[in-house]
T-cell receptor, first 110, second 113 residues
């Protein structure tokens, strides 16, 4: 069966510090992968998606970047965090037309 | 640009009631529509997927309908239980190959015992 992992589960970082969130998928190959952010009181916003290794599309201008160094690994990064980067970050992949989500990472920037 | 709206934003019902959650979208050229459930602080759990050619899908006490021409979907929950309390999100997939989803802001459901 397919499984999606995210870590860390929670993270508290100071403004200006770097960020690295990791997402890995098991049990499938060449999945489409997605990073979403859910800010307090707002809906889910698609940040990045990837259809293959090294292929990244950005949906909105922002302080974040994404990379896909391996087929089943998707990384979300920042060089310098802003307060507005706080939120709940979700990784997802697709199968059979449906999207399946990981457990999420709660990021608080202080 | 596709926009997805969910009404109501919050709903509180007594246990045992049947209820309907609404989702509307502005562009009818969708590939499919998916309903999710999100418990506090957790990821999303997929509930039902309706393809654009389908009218409804059922899973247990849940029934989702789709009227693509009018840009509407409903999620019907029968005989609600306290364990149904969560935020319910609908999302539409655009017609491209990237499977991008556009989400509504959700309905927060509280089922009172």
């Amino acid at each position: 069966s397919q499984t999606i992992h995210q870590w860390p589960a929670t993270l508290v970082q100071p403004v200006g510090s770097p960020l690295s969130l990791e997402c890995t998928v098991e049990g499938t190959s060449n999945p489409n992968l997605y990073w979403y952010r859910q800010a307090a009181g707002r809906g889910l916003q698609l940040l990045f998606y990837s259809v293959g290794i090294g292929q990244i599309s950005s949906e909105v201008p922002q302080n974040l970047s994404a990379s896909r160094p391996q087929d089943r690994q998707f990384i979300l990064s920042s060089k310098k965090l802003l307060l507005s980067d706080s939120g709940f970050y979700l990784c997802a992949w697709t199968r059979g037309g449906s999207q399946y989500f990981g457990p999420g990472t709660r990021l608080t920037v202080l | 640009k596709q926009e997805v709206t969910q009404i109501p934003a919050a709903l509180s019902v007594p246990e045992g009631e049947n209820l309907v959650l609404n989702c509307s979208f502005t562009d009818s050229a969708i590939y499919n529509l998916q309903w999710f459930r999100q418990d506090p602080g957790k990821g999303l759990t997929s509930l039902l997927l309706i393809q654009s050619s389908q009218r409804e899908q059922t899973s247990g006490r849940l029934n989702a309908s789709l009227d693509k021409s009018s840009g509407r979907s409903t999620l019907y929950i029968a005989a609600s239980q306290p364990g149904d309390s969560a935020t319910y999100l609908c999302a539409v997939r655009d017609g491209g190959a990237t499977n991008k989803l556009i989400f509504g802001t959700g309905t927060l459901l509280a089922v009172q015992p």
